[in-house]
């Protein structure tokens, strides 16, 4: 599923092919990743513009097409983009397609259709609307602290609550909490002033790192808890077995021995 690290990766791919090519037209395979525009809309609005600039926050990416249009891109569970030359095979799951007018376009890809297409007019109200957090990368040690002191529960859902902080799912929270050692059920009040500055630097070295790697699993280190997580995975660390556990409606995976429920 599509986090943080996932969604810079695909604004740095479609900002390094599909900036400043005029779009000679808009194919919807899937109306129904479409949200609040009909295919034709979309069409009309986009057809003869450019591409100019992104943005992204948490798990949204925004792609500026002139000075008050933006289009809208949430990847669900599944979604993704590729970029590839007119005339070659699109994937089946291609839900949205852009065409440029020179040789290419861009494809939305979608197998399970959880993703979303819109158009906005202004991303800051957008994100006002849905009451979005700040992006997790955005956030100082300050406003981290605020946000933990004001909420009750497992830390783990706060770090997944997008509208606490925006960005971080399933997967890097349970990695940012590998690294600061951290049990996911731990309680916000039984985490202490140094364990809270750990956790903050955790968060922003891990989705950090995880840009760096593509959110290429492959590329990350061996001593991150995601190339181990699932059945008989052993510690990075420890060399214990991993366990998993359901916590906030989500599989946790961590290491019961290096992993603490009060710091
Ligand atoms: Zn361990």
């Known amino acids: 599923m599509p986090e943080l690290p996932d969604v810079e ?6 900002d390094a092919t599909s900036l400043h090519q005029q779009i000679s037209g808009v194919d919807v395979e899937s109306a129904y990743v479409l949200k609040g525009v009909s295919a034709r809309e ?3 609005r986009l057809k003869g513009r450019c591409f100019e600039s992104s ?3 948490g798990k949204h990416l925004f792609v500026r097409a002139d000075g008050e249009l933006w289009l809208r891109l949430h990847f669900g569970m599944t979604g993704s983009l590729q970029y590839f030359k007119r005339g070659e095979q699109a994937s089946k799951h291609t839900r949205v397609l852009f065409v440029f007018a020179s040789t290419h376009c861009l494809a939305f890809e979608d197998q399970r259709k ?3 297409v819109g158009l906005v007019k202004d991303v800051d109200e957008f994100l006002k609307k849905r009451a979005l957090g700040p992006d997790a990368l955005d956030l ?3 406003l981290f602290r605020q946000i ?3 909420h009750r529960g497992a830390v783990k859902a706060i770090l997944l609550n997008q509208k606490l902080i925006a960005g971080i799912g399933n997967i890097y929270a349970d990695e940012i909490l590998f690294r600061a050692r951290l049990h996911p059920a731990i309680e916000i009040s039984r985490v202490g002033d140094k364990a809270l500055t750990k956790l903050f630097r955790a968060t922003h070295y891990i989705l950090r790192k ?3 790697a593509k959110a290429d699993v492959n590329q990350m280190p061996k001593s991150w808890l995601l ?3 699932g059945k008989h995975g052993k510690c990075p660390r420890c060399g214990r077995e991993l366990k998993s556990s359901r916590i906030g409606g989500r599989t946790a995976w961590f290491c019961p021995h290096c992993q603490r429920r009060t710091a």
Do not use: D, N, V
């Not at 990766?9 to 479609?14: A, D, G, I, V």
């Open 114 to 116: 959880f993703g979303e």
């Open 148 to 150: 933990f002191e004001k």
């Open 210 to 212: 995880a840009i760096a």
């Open 227 to 229: 190339p181990h997580r």
């Open 140 to 142: 100082s040690l300050s």
């Open 55 to 57: 943005r992204r926050h």
């Open 42 to 44: 979309l069409a009309h």
């Open 9 to 14: 990766t695909f604004k740095r791919y479609l």
